[in-house]
C-alpha cells in the first residue's frame, strides 16, 4: 500500500489487513504473522562476535610488547621462557574476555527488560505486549504519555495529540482525526488519521492498527541516519581512565628505572629488559577499568533482582550519593489498590463493604439507593471511567462474564488507572455495569483528565435523545463549576451554606486518609455541536463523593525508617487533599508533627528562593500539579541536595530529567517518562528505591574494595624490585614469576570481591559527597602503608632465604611471599569498617574458593617436578615455608587484631558516657 494508508476508510484498512476492528487478531494469526514480517525492531549496527571480543584482549600494548619479548625469547633460544609467557597472556586474555562479555551480555539483558511495551487488543482482549512483538493488524491502544509502538491508521481519536518532532522537526503537537483524507501530494506533517512510530501521545486517547513495523515505518525509513548511543560512562570509571593514564606512566618510568639500573650493575640486558616488562604488566593496572565494569554490572543485576530496571549506568555510581528521594504517593508509597469505603450523598452517608477488585459489597446506611441521585453517581462513576474490569485476565463485556465462571483462575483485576477502576467495582456492587450502560447511552464526547485541570468529562446519548454530561473530579474544582445540587431528591441552587457543608465533608474524608473524588452531571440539548470544556463544564449539578482508600505499603513504612537511618530525606508529594496528605504521611513516617505541609496554591506564590529556603524543611506536598514537581527538584538541587524523583505521567518527565536520579514506574508509567528516567521501578515500589540505594552505596563500596587490593598489590610489587636494585640485592624475582603472580593474585581474588556481600551497616551511614574522591576518607594511606608492608616484607623472606641458601632459593622464597601477602591482604579489604572476624570468614564463598584455587595453584609452581624448571622454583621445605607464612600472614593478623582491640575500646568508652 505505501504511503497512501490515510486515503483509506477504516473499513478498507481493516479489510486489507484482514483483521477485526474489535476484537483485533487471534493469537495464531499473531504469531504467524510474527514469523513472516520479523520483530518490530529498527535495525541496529552489526554487533561485534565473540571472536572479536577476544581477539581484542591481544590490542593492549602491554600485551604486544610481551608478544614482542615472546619472539626475542624464541629468537634467542629460550623456548621454556616464550612458551610460558604466551600461556600466562592466552591465559590472561581468557579472563579479559569473560568479563567483557559478561558485562555486554549484562547490558543487553538490561536492554530487553527496559524495552517499550503496546497495549493491543488480540481475540477481544486487552493486554500488554513487548512492542517487538507487535505485527501488521494488531488494534493497539494509546494513551496519554504512550510512545507509538507502530506505524497506524488511527480508527478512533479522542482528543487525540500526538507530538512528532521525531519526524518533522516542528515540536507543536499535531491534533489526529479518524476520518481518511484526500489522497494527493500531502506532506507527513499534515497527515491527521496516522500514528508514527516513535512519536509521542501528549493528550487525549485513540486507537489504531498497525499498517507498517520495524524497518517498514516511517522510522525504520530514515535509521540509517540515526545512530545508536554508545554505552555510557559513569563519572568513576572516567576518573579511573585518568587515574590509569597517570599510573601506567609512574610505573613504566620505575620499570625504565629498574632495568637501566640492573643493567649499570651488570645484569643481562635481555633479562633485564624482560623483567622489566614483566614488572609493568604486573605493575599496571589494566584489569581495573574492566573490574570495575564488571562490578556495575554485577550491580545492575542484583538491583534487577531488586525489581530496579537501570537505564542510564551513571545512576548507578548516582544512587550511592542520593540525600532526597521525592515520592508519588499512589502506588508507590501505597499499595495502588484503591478501595471506595464512603459514600456522601448530600447529608446522607454510605460505608462501602468488599476488598480490592471483587465486585461484591453492600452499601450501608442512611441513603436511597433506588434514589436519582443516587443512580446519576453510579453511572457518573462507570460512564465517565476508561478502565477495564477483568477476570481471570479477560475483559468483563458481553458474553465474557458467564464464560469465565468456568474458568479456574477466577481472580478480579483491573486494566488502567487504579482509581478508575476503584469506581468501577464500586459501580458494580451497586448493579452498574459500564458495558450495559454504554449500550443505552453511547459515548459522544470525552473532555479526558488533565493534571491541570483535575477533572475528566464525558458526554453520552440518553434513549430520548438528549444528551447527559458526566464529570468527576477534585472536590473543590467540581464545587466551583457547579451551581445546583441534590436535596431531598429534588435539584436546587447551590447555597453558600450548601458550599461550606460540601467542603466540610470532603475535608472530614481527608483527614481519614481517604482520597475524595467529587461527581457532578448536566443534561445538554441534543443538537448540541459545541462540546469545548468551557461549553460543557459549567452550571453542573453536584451529586456528592466517593471517599476511597489506598492503604501504605508495609514495605514503604520500614524503607522510609530506613532512609531516616541512612541520612536521607524522605519527600512525599501528592494530588490529594492536605489533609489526606497529613495523614499518610504520618502513617508512612514521612512527616512528623510540627512539620509543614506546602500545598499546590502556597508553592504558586512563593518565589525561587523563597521555595529554596523551605524546601529541606518541607517533608509533605499536598495538591500540587508536575509544573510543581520541577520547581522542587530545582529548589532541593539549588540547596545543595542530590535528589531522586519518581515519576508516572507525561507531565512527569521534565521534573524526572530534572532531577539527579530520575525514576520512573515500570506498571504505571508512561513511556515518556521511562525515556525521561535513569531507572524504572518493575513493581512501582518505593522500597525498591531504598533497596536501589543500597546496591548502588555497596556498588561503590566493593570498587573501592578493587582499588585497594589492586594498588596496595601493585605498589607492593614495584617497591619490591625497586629497593633491591637500589640497595644492590639480586632481583627478587624473576620475569615469569612476576608475570605468574599477577595472574594468580590479580584476576580470582580480585573477580571475588565483585560479589562480596555489603556491610550489614551500609544503611547506616550518611551519603557520600558526589565530588568526593575515591581515596578519600584514607584510602590513599591505606594503599601506601600495605604495598609497603607487602615489599618489605618479601625483600625480608628474600633476604632470609639469601641466608639460607643460594639466590635460586630465595627467589622461590620471596616468589611465594609475595603470592601470600596478597592471598591474606584481601581479606583485609573486604570491608573498610569491620574486621574480617566481624565480616565473617566463610560469607563470601566465592572469596575463598578463589584463594584456595590460587593458593593450590601457587603450590603446584613449586611442588611439581615439571613445572619447577619452567617457573625457576626449587624445593622448600617446612621451615622455609613456616618462614613464608609467618611473614606473609603477619600485616593481615596484627592489622585485625589491632582494629578488633580498638573498636571493643571505642565501645566501652561509648557504653561508659551512655
Not at 504469531?31 to 554487533?47: D, Q, T, V
Not at 443512580?375 to 462513576?381: D, E, P, W
Not at 582499588?707 to 619490591?720: A, D, K, M, P, Q
Request: one cysteine or more; glycine letters at 8%; hydrophobic letters at 45%.
Amino acid at each position: 500500500m505505501g504511503g497512501n494508508w490515510h486515503a483509506l476508510t477504516q473499513q478498507e484498512v481493516v479489510g486489507y489487513l484482514k483483521s477485526d476492528a474489535v476484537k483485533g487478531l487471534s493469537e495464531k494469526e499473531a504469531r504467524e504473522r510474527a514469523a513472516r514480517y520479523g520483530p518490530n525492531e529498527l535495525a541496529r549496527g552489526s554487533k561485534a562476535p565473540a571472536w572479536q571480543l577476544f581477539f581484542k584482549q591481544f590490542g593492549d600494548f602491554m600485551v604486544l610488547v610481551l608478544l614482542a619479548a615472546t619472539a626475542v625469547s624464541c629468537f634467542l633460544g629460550e623456548y621454556a621462557d616464550a612458551v610460558t609467557i604466551m600461556i600466562i597472556v592466552l591465559l590472561n586474555a581468557i579472563l579479559g574476555f569473560i568479563q567483557e562479555y559478561r558485562a555486554e551480555r549484562s547490558i543487553e539483558a538490561l536492554k530487553r527488560l527496559a524495552a517499550p511495551e503496546a497495549r493491543v487488543v488480540r481475540s477481544g482482549r486487552e493486554r500488554k505486549i513487548p512492542a517487538a512483538e507487535l505485527v501488521p493488524g494488531d488494534i493497539v491502544i494509546l494513551e496519554e504519555g504512550d510512545r507509538v509502538p507502530a506505524d497506524l491508521r488511527l480508527l478512533k481519536a479522542v482528543n487525540l495529540e500526538i507530538e512528532e518532532s521525531a519526524l518533522t522537526g516542528e515540536s507543536a503537537p499535531v491534533k489526529k482525526q479518524e476520518t481518511a483524507m484526500p489522497e494527493g501530494d500531502i506532506t507527513l506533517g499534515d497527515i491527521r488519521n496516522m500514528a508514527y512510530l516513535g512519536t509521542v501521545v501528549t493528550r487525549g486517547r485513540g486507537r489504531g492498527i498497525a499498517v507498517n513495523t520495524g524497518m517498514a515505518t516511517e522510522m525504520g525509513r530514515i535509521a540509517g541516519m540515526i545512530q545508536e548511543a554508545g554505552q555510557e560512562e559513569t563519572p568513576l570509571q572516567r576518573r579511573l581512565a585518568q587515574l590509569g593514564k597517570v599510573l601506567v606512566s609512574f610505573c613504566l618510568f620505575i620499570c625504565a628505572l629498574v632495568v637501566a639500573v640492573g643493567i649499570i650493575r651488570g645484569e643481562e640486558a635481555y633479562q633485564m629488559f624482560l623483567a622489566g616488562v614483566s614488572l609493568a604488566v604486573a605493575a599496571i593496572p589494566e584489569g581495573l577499568p574492566a573490574i570495575v565494569t564488571v562490578a556495575l554490572a554485577i550491580g545492575v543485576q542484583r538491583m534487577i533482582r531488586r525489581n530496579a530496571i537501570i537505564r542510564k549506568l551513571p545512576a548507578v555510581e548516582t544512587l550511592g550519593c542520593a540525600t532526597v528521594i521525592c515520592s508519588d504517593k499512589t502506588g508507590t508509597l501505597t499499595q495502588n489498590e484503591m478501595t471506595v469505603r464512603e459514600v456522601v450523598l448530600g447529608e446522607d452517608k454510605l460505608i462501602v463493604t468488599g476488598e480490592g477488585c471483587d465486585p461484591k459489597g453492600e452499601f450501608i446506611g442512611r441513603g436511597d439507593r433506588q434514589g436519582r441521585q443516587f443512580i446519576l453517581l453510579m453511572k457518573a462513576a462507570a460512564l465517565c471511567n476508561n478502565a477495564v474490569l477483568e477476570r481471570g485476565g479477560v475483559s468483563i463485556t458481553g458474553l465474557f462474564r458467564d464464560l469465565v465462571r468456568k474458568q479456574p483462575n477466577r481472580e478480579w483485576s483491573i486494566m488502567g488507572d487504579p482509581t478508575e477502576g476503584a469506581l468501577l467495582v464500586m459501580a458494580a456492587k451497586a448493579g452498574f455495569w459500564r458495558e450495559k450502560l454504554e449500550k443505552k447511552e453511547p459515548r459522544v464526547v470525552e473532555l479526558p483528565f488533565d493534571s491541570e485541570r483535575k477533572r475528566m468529562t464525558v458526554v453520552c446519548r440518553q434513549p430520548s435523545g438528549a444528551l447527559a454530561a458526566y464529570v468527576k473530579g477534585a472536590p473543590d474544582v467540581i464545587l466551583d463549576l457547579c451551581t445546583h445540587v441534590f436535596k431531598g431528591g429534588r435539584v436546587v441552587p447551590l447555597s453558600y451554606r450548601d458550599r461550606e457543608e460540601i467542603l466540610r465533608q470532603n475535608s472530614e474524608l481527608a483527614g481519614k486518609a481517604l482520597r475524595v473524588l467529587a461527581f457532578a452531571c448536566r443534561e445538554l440539548p441534543g443538537n448540541t455541536e459545541d462540546f469545548s470544556k468551557e461549553a460543557v463544564e459549567q452550571q453542573l449539578v453536584f451529586l456528592g463523593m466517593a471517599g476511597m482508600i489506598d492503604p501504605p505499603r508495609p514495605a514503604a513504612v520500614k524503607a522510609v525508617q530506613t532512609c531516616r537511618r541512612a541520612g536521607i530525606k524522605v519527600v512525599m508529594i501528592t494530588g490529594d487533599h492536605q489533609l489526606t496528605a497529613c495523614a499518610v504521611g504520618r502513617e508512612l513516617g514521612i512527616l512528623s508533627r510540627g512539620e509543614r505541609i506546602l500545598t499546590g496554591r502556597e508553592l504558586d506564590r512563593m518565589s525561587p528562593e523563597q521555595l529554596r529556603k523551605e524546601a529541606g524543611r518541607v517533608s509533605v506536598y499536598a495538591r500540587v500539579s508536575p509544573k510543581h514537581k520541577l520547581q522542587i527538584v530545582r529548589a532541593l538541587k539549588q540547596a545543595g541536595h542530590v535528589v531522586a524523583m519518581t515519576g508516572d505521567g507525561v507531565n512527569d518527565a521534565p521534573a524526572v530529567k530534572e532531577s539527579d536520579i530520575g525514576i520512573s514506574m515500570g506498571i504505571n508509567g508512561t513511556d515518556v517518562t521511562k525515556e525521561a528516567s535513569a531507572m524504572v521501578l518493575a513493581d512501582d515500589d518505593f522500597s525498591s528505591i531504598v533497596a536501589a540505594v543500597e546496591e548502588g552505596r555497596g556498588i561503590y563500596d566493593n570498587i573501592r574494595k578493587f582499588i585497594r587490593y589492586l594498588l596496595s598489590c601493585n605498589v607492593g610489587e614495584v617497591l619490591t624490585m625497586f629497593l633491591a636494585v637500589l640497595t644492590g640485592l639480586p632481583l627478587p624475582l624473576t620475569p615469569i614469576q612476576i608475570l605468574w603472580m599477577n595472574l594468580a593474585t590479580d584476576c580470582l581474588p580480585a573477580m571475588a570481591l565483585g560479589v562480596d556481600p555489603y556491610d550489614r551497616d551500609i544503611m547506616m551511614r550518611p551519603p557520600r559527597h558526589p565530588r568526593e574522591s575515591v581515596f578519600s576518607h584514607g584510602l590513599a594511606w591505606r594503599i601506601a602503608f600495605s604495598g609497603a608492608a607487602i615489599g618489605l616484607g618479601t625483600l625480608l623472606v628474600f633476604w632470609i632465604g639469601l641466608s639460607m641458601g643460594d639466590v635460586a632459593l630465595a627467589r622461590t622464597m620471596a616468589f611465594n611471599a609475595i603470592v601470600f601477602f596478597q592471598l591474606f591482604y584481601v581479606f583485609t579489604c573486604r570491608s573498610e569498617f569491620h574486621t574480617i572476624l566481624e565480616v565473617g570468614l566463610f560469607s563470601n564463598p566465592y572469596l575463598v574458593w578463589a584463594v584456595l584455587s590460587s593458593a593450590v595453584l601457587q603450590l603446584a609452581v613449586n611442588c611439581v617436578p615439571f613445572l619447577q624448571p619452567v617457573f625457576n622454583t626449587v624445593p622448600l621445605n617446612g621451615l622455609q615455608w613456616a618462614v613464608i607464612l609467618a611473614v606473609s600472614a603477619t600485616p593481615a593478623v596484627l592489622g585485625t587484631a589491632f582494629r578488633h582491640l580498638v573498636d571493643r575500646a571505642g565501645k566501652k568508652v561509648m557504653y561508659l558516657k551512655v
